[in-house]
């Protein structure tokens, strides 16, 4: 397994990047791949099927100079916080190991590492449902995934600052789901290491979970190839660059 040390960039930019890298891994170009980036400006992607209009309060993210993306992978609508957020995306065929077959399993075998870096903190960290890991009881992190031809391609969230009420403002979460979860707002619903007592900067969160997924893994450190690198820059081009695909629905 190859490791790609941290990337700083555009939206558009990182999910060109990990769909990239996914079709090269199913051309067989490329290692099973690890990664973990973060965004600059912060930034919304949204799940390949939601509906941008129903799921962002775009005024309030154009005010905010926040863009928006929408995701290879399905799953909900997430604000990436370039000040408080750390991404990770794994890259990976099926038979890699016996978990990722089933997709409850294969969330948990791949966000696993997030759980690990929680306890090394002291924190009480696990699952909730398929993709959501929570921290004392509240969400801390939030994973997607898709597969194409035996390869898997899973991202998600570490919030070790997010601002979340710069959350609020941009990402529009239903009374219904947040009924659902058994709270009346987002804040008895999400944390962050800081609202937990713990700070970290950016450098600190990175190395923690890059520890962590070293250990879950032992993958070697390597570079994006040129031909990833070309493949990556005519998606954002033809694909994640384009209003057509991120305004559709």
Known sequence: MRFIPLIVA????????????MRARIEGKVPDTVRLYTF????VTIGRFQSVVHDVNLDEARKLGIPV?????????VFHDEYGEVTYSVVVGEDYHPMLRNVES????????LVDALKELGLEAGFSGLNDIVANGKKISGSAQTRRKGVILQHGTFMYSTRVEVLGRVLRVSKAKLADKGVSSIWERVTTLEREGI?????????LLK?????????????LTDYELELAERLVEEKYGNPEWNESR
């Open 106 to 113: 294969s969330y948990r075998y791949l966000a696993g590492p």
């Open 10 to 21: 555009r939206p558009e930019v990182q999910m060109a990047i990990d769909e990239a890298i």
């Open 199 to 207: 700070n970290l900067s950016r450098w600190e969160a990175y190395e």
């Open 40 to 43: 600059s400006p912060s930034s």
């Open 69 to 77: 993306v929408r995701r290879v992978t399905g799953g909900g609508s």
């Open 211 to 223: 520890e962590s997924f070293f250990s879950a893994f032992e993958p070697e450190e390597g570079g």
